[in-house]
Every structure is written in structure tokens, then in C-alpha cells.
T-cell receptor
């Protein structure tokens, strides 16, 4: 069965600092991997996705993630945090069109 | 191009009443997914539908919950005889090609 583990339920960074949100997955088949962001009382917005091909994926708002099969990881990074990045981030895995399996989420706080 | 629409955005029901949640997918999308978000539990898949067909309902509670996606009109998630434990945010997502899912703003159900 597929599963997703997000290490760290809360991450705090200063404005301008590197953002690193960790995600490890378990899947018996090559997975599709996703990062979503959720702002308070809103739905989820797709940040980026990996399906096949290039393992370094660039998304919206300056975020990127790298698929590392040997480490079963898909960590999300952004070189310089903005106050507007404060939100909850979810990593998810899917087996080619089936339901998304989400991690428990990581709340990112950004201080000035 | 309008996004995924959900209504109502907020719904209050007394214990024992019925709740009907509606989801209109994005134009051209024929795949609909329902998820439930509970505090401390994260997002959990409930059901996956295509027009007039339930494809996967493995995440749906066996009793009181049902879903449909008719040939015409929105997808409906129906909860009969609601209990306090049903209080949650319910999200609908749609996709065209059954791997990239776009989420609606959610319906926040409160059972009093």
C-alpha cells in the first residue's frame, strides 16, 4: 500500500531563508508525486507534480522538488522564503489516476 | 475557465439531519474525487466517480454516506443522519486525465 510521511509537522524560517519541507513515500510501483499548498479556510492548490522524466520539478511561486528514487523522497524547497509562503503544505502520492494519498501536512511559518 | 465549484461553503446541521454537498467539476473534467479533512488526521480519500459510475469507494464509510455523479448536474455527497463526528471539511477535486487533480474550496460541515 502507498503511504506518505512528512517529517516535521511545523517548520519555522525567517524571511529570505531557505525553505525545506521533507516528504518520503512508499509505493510498490513508480508513483506520481505532488505537493499542494493550503491557505487557511481555502482549498488545496497544486504547487508541482512529478510523473515521469526530469527528476527536478519546478512549480509555482518559486518552489521546486526533486524526485530521488533511491531515497524514496520528494522534498520541497524554495531558496528564499516570503511572508506569503506561510501556509500548510501537503505531499501526496498517487498510483496513476487513483486517489491521492496525503501526508499529514507541514505548517510553514515565516517570520520577519 | 471557472475552477471546481462547491456549495454550500458552510453547512450547519443538527444531529440526525441529512447533509448534501455539491461539487461542479471544472469544464471538460469527467473525474471527480471526494476527500474529508479532519483536525489532526489530515486529508483522507473517500470516493472516486466518473459520470454515472462509482469507480472506487474504498474510503467511504459503509453506512450513512453515499455519492453520485449523474449524467447531468453536479456530483453529490450525501450524509444521512449526521453525527458530531461528521463535522469536517469536505473537498471535491476534479481531473481531466485522472492524474492531476484540482481542488474546490471545500464545504465545512458543522454538526450541532
Amino acid at each position: 500500500a502507498q503511504s506518505v510521511t512528512q517529517l516535521g509537522s511545523h517548520v519555522s524560517v525567517s524571511e529570505g531563508a531557505l525553505v525545506l519541507l521533507r516528504c518520503n513515500y512508499s509505493s510498490s510501483v513508480p508513483p506520481y508525486l505532488f505537493w499542494y499548498v493550503q491557505y487557511p479556510n481555502q482549498g488545496l492548490q497544486l504547487l508541482l507534480k512529478y510523473t515521469t522524466g526530469a527528476t527536478l520539478v519546478k512549480g509555482i511561486n518559486g518552489f521546486e522538488a526533486e524526485f530521488k528514487k533511491s531515497e524514496t523522497s520528494f522534498h520541497l524547497t524554495k531558496p528564499s522564503a516570503h511572508m506569503s509562503d506561510a501556509a500548510e503544505y501537503f505531499c501526496a502520492v498517487s498510483d496513476r489516476g487513483t486517489a491521492l494519498i496525503f501526508g499529514k501536512g507541514t505548517t510553514l511559518s515565516v517570520s520577519s | 475557465n471557472a475552477g471546481v465549484m462547491q456549495n454550500p461553503r458552510h453547512l450547519v446541521r443538527r444531529r440526525g439531519q441529512e447533509a448534501r454537498l455539491r461539487c461542479s467539476p471544472m469544464k471538460g473534467h469527467s473525474h471527480v474525487y471526494w476527500y474529508r479533512q479532519l483536525p489532526e488526521e489530515g486529508l483522507k480519500f473517500m470516493v472516486y466517480l466518473q459520470k454515472e459510475n462509482i469507480i472506487d469507494e474504498s474510503g467511504m464509510p459503509k453506512e450513512r454516506f453515499s455519492a453520485e455523479f449523474p449524467k447531468e448536474g453536479p456530483s453529490i455527497l450525501r450524509i444521512q443522519q449526521v453525527v458530531r463526528g461528521d463535522s469536517a471539511a469536505y473537498f471535491c477535486a476534479s481531473s481531466r486525465d485522472n492524474y492531476e487533480q484540482y481542488f474546490g474550496p471545500g464545504t465545512r460541515l458543522t454538526v450541532t
